[in-house]
Nanobody, 126 residues
Framework: VQLQASGGGLVQPGDSLRLSCATS????????IGWFRQLPGKEREGISC????????TYVDSLKDRFTISIDSAKNTVYLQMRSLKPEDTAVYYC????????????????????WGQGTLVTVSS
């Protein structure tokens, strides 16, 4: 199982950015894919999850208005579209995979996802 996050970079406040999570080595429709982030000096936190089985999505309430997760099964890739970025969104963003048909909790302190990719750094600064 491999996950490769990409698309991070330096953006200005108010900009949009799309992250990609390329997956390989497993059947996407039997896994859930989640996006997480780790702000400087903070614990990792969940953002969103999409079920590879039925495309259902979950979000943390604080980000659901600005972040959108999507899945392209043909490309085995999951995206995170981020809008109206703020300096406080500066973080390392990770994607993760968990076997199953329904997204588990996005709280990484409660549940350990099966597989993690390396992170991609997003810096929001003027």
């Amino acid at each position: 199982v491999q996950l490769q996050a990409s698309g991070g970079g330096l953006v200005q406040p108010g900009d949009s950015l799309r992250l990609s999570c390329a997956t390989s080595g497993f059947t996407l429709h039997t896994y859930n894919i989640g996006w997480f982030r780790q702000l400087p000096g903070k614990e990792r936190e969940g953002i969103s999850c999409v079920s590879g089985s039925d495309g259902s999505r979950t979000y943390v309430d604080s980000l659901k208005d600005r972040f959108t997760i999507s899945i392209d099964s043909a490309k085995n890739t999951v995206y995170l579209q981020m809008r109206s970025l703020k300096p406080e969104d500066t973080a390392v963003y990770y994607c993760a995979a968990d076997y199953g048909l329904r997204c588990p909790t996005l709280d990484p302190t409660i549940y350990e996802w099966d597989h993690w990719g390396q992170g991609t750094l997003v810096t929001v600064s003027s």
